[in-house]
Protein backbone atom coordinates (compact mmCIF):
# COMPACT_ATOMS: atom_id res chain seq x y z
CA UNK A 1 0.00 0.00 0.00
CA UNK A 2 1.66 3.54 -1.09
CA UNK A 3 1.03 6.17 0.81
CA UNK A 4 2.42 9.93 0.50
CA UNK A 5 2.88 11.74 3.72
CA UNK A 6 2.87 15.65 3.59
CA UNK A 7 4.11 17.51 6.33
CA UNK A 8 5.73 21.12 6.65
CA UNK A 9 2.30 23.75 6.79
CA UNK A 10 1.21 26.68 9.32
CA UNK A 11 0.19 29.84 9.56
CA UNK A 12 3.10 32.27 8.49
CA UNK A 13 2.64 35.94 7.78
CA UNK A 14 2.65 36.81 3.87
CA UNK A 15 6.35 37.46 3.27
CA UNK A 16 7.32 34.60 5.00
CA UNK A 17 8.76 31.20 4.30
CA UNK A 18 7.61 27.58 5.07
CA UNK A 19 8.96 24.30 3.77
CA UNK A 20 6.83 21.80 2.81
CA UNK A 21 8.34 17.54 2.87
CA UNK A 22 6.46 14.64 1.61
CA UNK A 23 7.68 11.34 2.15
CA UNK A 24 7.08 8.43 -0.04
CA UNK A 25 6.21 4.88 1.86
CA UNK A 26 5.79 2.13 0.22
CA UNK A 27 7.30 2.85 -3.53
CA UNK A 28 10.17 4.08 -4.44
CA UNK A 29 10.19 7.30 -6.50
CA UNK A 30 13.27 7.37 -7.73
CA UNK A 31 12.57 6.60 -11.05
CA UNK A 32 9.26 8.93 -11.38
CA UNK A 33 9.06 12.75 -11.81
CA UNK A 34 7.26 14.10 -8.77
CA UNK A 35 4.78 17.02 -8.49
CA UNK A 36 3.35 19.62 -5.90
CA UNK A 37 0.06 20.17 -6.17
CA UNK A 38 -2.55 22.93 -4.17
CA UNK A 39 -6.03 23.09 -3.54
CA UNK A 40 -7.63 26.03 -1.80
CA UNK A 41 -11.20 26.58 -0.28
CA UNK A 42 -13.39 25.90 -3.35
CA UNK A 43 -10.79 25.78 -5.91
CA UNK A 44 -9.93 22.98 -8.02
CA UNK A 45 -6.59 21.03 -7.10
CA UNK A 46 -3.88 22.89 -9.42
CA UNK A 47 0.07 21.67 -10.31
CA UNK A 48 2.68 23.83 -8.63
CA UNK A 49 6.30 22.30 -9.47
CA UNK A 50 7.24 19.31 -10.82
CA UNK A 51 11.04 17.92 -10.20
CA UNK A 52 12.22 14.95 -12.58
CA UNK A 53 14.07 12.38 -11.96
CA UNK A 54 17.35 14.42 -12.83
CA UNK A 55 16.53 16.90 -10.27
CA UNK A 56 15.41 19.42 -12.96
CA UNK A 57 12.59 21.90 -11.70
CA UNK A 58 9.97 23.12 -13.24
CA UNK A 59 7.17 25.58 -11.45
CA UNK A 60 3.77 26.92 -12.29
CA UNK A 61 4.24 31.11 -13.18
CA UNK A 62 2.28 31.85 -9.79
CA UNK A 63 5.45 30.61 -7.93
CA UNK A 64 7.95 31.27 -10.18
CA UNK A 65 11.06 32.32 -8.44
CA UNK A 66 9.13 31.94 -4.94
CA UNK A 67 9.26 28.41 -4.76
CA UNK A 68 12.35 25.71 -5.15
CA UNK A 69 11.06 22.09 -5.28
CA UNK A 70 14.13 19.27 -5.01
CA UNK A 71 14.28 15.96 -4.20
CA UNK A 72 16.62 13.39 -1.97
CA UNK A 73 16.39 9.89 -3.52
CA UNK A 74 17.65 8.49 -0.23
CA UNK A 75 15.18 9.54 1.81
CA UNK A 76 12.38 9.26 -0.69
CA UNK A 77 11.12 11.92 -0.19
CA UNK A 78 10.81 15.51 -2.59
CA UNK A 79 10.69 19.41 -0.46
CA UNK A 80 8.97 22.37 -1.47
CA UNK A 81 10.73 25.46 -0.14
CA UNK A 82 8.34 28.62 -0.45
CA UNK A 83 9.78 31.85 0.06
CA UNK A 84 8.21 35.10 0.05
CA UNK A 85 4.29 33.88 0.31
CA UNK A 86 1.64 35.79 -0.88
CA UNK A 87 -2.13 35.59 0.94
CA UNK A 88 -3.36 33.88 -2.73
CA UNK A 89 -0.89 30.91 -1.54
CA UNK A 90 -3.29 29.87 1.35
CA UNK A 91 -4.31 26.07 0.58
CA UNK A 92 -3.88 22.58 0.98
CA UNK A 93 -0.76 21.38 -0.52
CA UNK A 94 -0.12 17.54 -1.65
CA UNK A 95 2.59 15.60 -3.35
CA UNK A 96 1.99 12.60 -5.48
CA UNK A 97 4.16 10.48 -8.88
CA UNK A 98 3.81 11.73 -11.86
CA UNK A 99 3.78 8.15 -13.52
CA UNK A 100 0.75 5.74 -11.85
CA UNK A 101 -0.50 8.75 -9.07
CA UNK A 102 -1.18 7.40 -5.96
CA UNK A 103 -3.99 7.88 -3.80
CA UNK A 104 -3.74 11.11 -2.47
CA UNK A 105 -2.32 11.88 1.35
CA UNK A 106 -3.83 13.91 3.43
CA UNK A 107 -2.04 17.13 2.74
CA UNK A 108 -0.73 19.71 4.59
CA UNK A 109 -2.49 22.76 5.12
CA UNK A 110 -0.34 26.39 4.50
CA UNK A 111 -2.18 29.43 5.70
CA UNK A 112 -0.69 33.31 4.95
CA UNK A 113 -2.26 35.80 6.42
CA UNK A 114 -1.40 39.87 5.59
Known amino acids: QVQLVESGGGLVQAGGSLRLSCKAIGRNFGLSTMSWYRQGSGKQRELVAT???????NYAEPVKDRFTVSRDVARNTVYLQMNSLKPEDKAVYYC????????WGQGTQVTVYS
Open 51 to 57: VTITGSP
Open 96 to 103: NFNQRPAP
